[in-house]
């Protein structure tokens, strides 16, 4: 039974680690842009800062609003860099669950000859699966919230 689950352990086992390897190169190029802009920014603040002290006027405007720049787009690459996370995170929840659903599957298949020889275990078992069967097809419905009914009319009276 464990030769029919093994090669579903290790293609799970390797989704996983490919999973974890790709966002982790994903998160190291991010962090690498935010590494560089926020180097500019601070190369920039020193040379506003040098042009500040050297002139008093001029040429620090440019640079701190180049300063500003760099800094503003390491911030707007690190909510990008959160957002693609996120979706990366529940594209590996919805994948987990097909995995697990896969799994079960499996080994529901693999006990399926042990259950059939014993009469007694498949007396026990056509009414268990029945009723995973049948818990898996239905839902729970969402219970929808009614509004009260408005008893004006159009025109602002009582009806």
Known sequence: MLKLLAPL???VA???VGLVIN????NAVFAGIIAVLAIIGVIFLVVAAYIALAERYGQMHASLILAG???GLAIITYIIMKL???????????RAKVDTSALLTVAALAAAPVVLRSR??????VPL???AGLSLLTKPKKKKRRRPEDTTSSTGQDI
Request: charged share 30%.
């Open 84 to 94: 693609v996370e996120r979706a990366a995170r529940n594209r590996q929840r919805e």
């Open 9 to 11: 352990f290790t293609s």
């Open 120 to 125: 007694a275990l498949m007396m026990l078992a």
């Open 69 to 71: 720049g760099a800094f």
């Open 129 to 131: 699966v029945a009723f």
């Open 14 to 16: 390797a989704g996983e």
């Open 23 to 26: 966002r982790l190169k994903r």
